[in-house]
């Protein structure tokens, strides 16, 4: 049974993490680099215990260090949140190991997953559908040509062991691809240390759109509805809505069904994702990529389901049986949550940290904040700039719109440049107001 659990993470997702398992009653410990000795989740924390140096390689993915935490505190369980260690197969086998419970999927699973090519190929065996492409890694720019003369251009060269909008080069014609496919692999190599890449056809103007899954030891899978994320700069999401506000009821009930059994088929447990991409004119949809963590926008699908995920994780890895069934998970209005993070929008969101001198959080009906700052606290170079996430419910999503609108200007983050602003931009939007954005949004209104 899980009483104690030790938190591999930092910021805001820490602070989610204490809240749950506070409610669970079970005591929290939390690791920390030497700069976040004053973070707001230390000062929550039941104990804290410092693991290293700011760079997250000698202190949030220095892994034995955080084993040794929680051998010496006698967690029974580690949450890793979302980033750092947290889709780390080594990691929960080394758990595992030492009998320390990992809060998230098997690490085979993890495994599998990971491999973002791989995981396309087990899921095409599985008849879910995938973004045409190549069958798994290729090794030189003269094996793309030949995928290309199947799918034509434009194509996107991807890195297999990707992940955070990183690592992927589009290419729209033959002169440009020998150089994106170099470019793509040794960015591969150098943020992700392996250079593997994959082809993909790329997909004009597509919404992003995924479903969050639930899954127990004993093969009970649910779906929690679907989150649209197509509201992204650099492939990385800013706002995020749920549910989506251009798909229909069955379009809706088929990606469900497919996420369902695209997590069964590889005996999934835990709080994951299976993200699509979604053609709005012909209703088709891809699977692009599973993540088997939870993630930073799952606020959202918690406000219209009334689904705490983290205590599920928590539970589900404690050994407990889902006590949800599909027929009872209803959805109930809108939510929206926008990324407030520490970057300046009007130089192409390069990072702005520093310290806040003047901090006031909006409150009032329907309004959440996860965050982790608190006024006068810094927020360090090293990690990455959110700094908070506002989330807004509705009974629609006029409502929810209105009362994110109003939140955003109650919010004064002082003493460095933020998001803020930028979103009442996007919420003001007529493309936006109509739902039918799609990826190329930020791109196509604001560049
Ligand atoms: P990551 O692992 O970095 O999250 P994803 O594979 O999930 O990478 O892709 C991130 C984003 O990049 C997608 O949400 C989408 O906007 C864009 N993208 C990825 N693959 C394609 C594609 N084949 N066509 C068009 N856009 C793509
Ligand atoms: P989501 O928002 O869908 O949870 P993101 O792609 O925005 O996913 O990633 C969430 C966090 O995890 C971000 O801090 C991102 O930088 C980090 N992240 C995701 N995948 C990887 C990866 N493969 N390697 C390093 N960091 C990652
Ligand atoms: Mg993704």
Redesign the pocket.
């Known amino acids: 049974m899980i009483s104690k659990i030790l938190i591999a993470n930092r910021g805001e997702i820490a602070v989610r993490i204490i809240r749950a398992a506070k409610e669970l009653g079970m005591k929290t410990v939390l690791v920390h680099s030497t700069v976040d000795k004053d973070s707001l989740a230390t000062k929550m924390a039941d104990k804290s215990i410092c693991i290293g140096p700011p760079p997250a390689l000698d202190s949030y993915l220095f892994y034995q260090n955080i084993l040794s935490a929680a051998i010496s505190v006698k967690a029974d369980a580690i949450h890793p949140g979302y980033g750092f260690l947290a889709e780390n197969p080594l990691f929960a086998e080394a758990c595992k190991a030492l009998r320390v419970v990992f809060i998230g999927p098997k690490s085979d699973v993890i495994r599998k997953m990971g491999d973002?090519a791989k995981a396309k190929s087990i899921m095409e065996k599985f008849g879910v559908p995938v973004?045409p492409?190549s069958n798994g890694i290729i090794d030189s720019h003269e094996k793309a040509l030949s995928i290309v003369e199947e799918i034509g251009y434009p194509i996107?060269f991807?890195a297999s062991a990707?992940?955070?909008?990183?690592?992927?080069r589009i290419v729209f014609n033959r002169s440009e691809l020998e150089n994106a496919y170099k470019f793509a692999s040794s960015e591969a190599q150098q943020t992700f240390g392996d250079s593997s890449v994959y082809v993909?056809?790329?997909?004009?103007g597509?919404k992003?759109i995924e479903i969050q899954i639930l899954g127990d030891k004993y093969g009970n899978i649910v779906h929690l509805f679907e989150r649209d994320?197509?509201i992204?700069r650099r492939?990385?999401?800013l706002l995020e809505e749920a549910p989506s506000p251009s798909i229909d009821n069955s379009t809706r009930e088929q990606m469900g069904e497919i996420a369902v059994k695209a997590a069964k088929s590889v005996e999934y447990d835990s709080a994951g994702t299976i993200?699509f991409?979604y053609d709005i004119e012909s209703k088709e949809f891809y699977f692009?990529?599973m993540?088997t963590r939870i993630q930073v926008e799952h606020p959202v699908s918690e406000m219209i389901t009334g689904v705490d995920l983290i205590k599920y994780q928590i539970r589900i890895a404690n050994g407990e049986k889902l006590d949800l069934k599909q027929e009872n998970i209803q959805k109930n209005g809108h939510a929206i949550e926008c990324r407030i993070n520490a970057e300046d929008p009007l130089n192409d969101f390069s990072p702005c940290p520093g310290k806040i001198t003047q901090l006031i959080v909006p409150g009032g009906p329907g309004i959440r904040v996860d965050s982790g700052v608190y006024p006068d606290c810094e927020i360090p170079p090293y990690y990455d700039s959110m700094v908070a996430k506002l989330i807004a419910w509705g009974s629609d999503r006029r409502e929810a719109i209105e009362r994110m609108k109003r939140a955003l200007e109650e919010f004064h983050i002082d003493g460095l440049k933020t998001t803020i602003s930028f979103h009442i931009d996007i919420l003001k939007n007529k493309k936006f107001l109509t739902g039918l954005y799609t990826?190329d949004f930020i791109k196509d209104y604001f560049y």
């Open positions: 973002k973004v492409g996107i991807k990707g992940g955070g909008g990183k690592g992927m993909e056809k790329y997909i004009s597509p992003h994320c197509s992204q492939h990385q999401k993200e991409l692009i990529e993540n990826t």
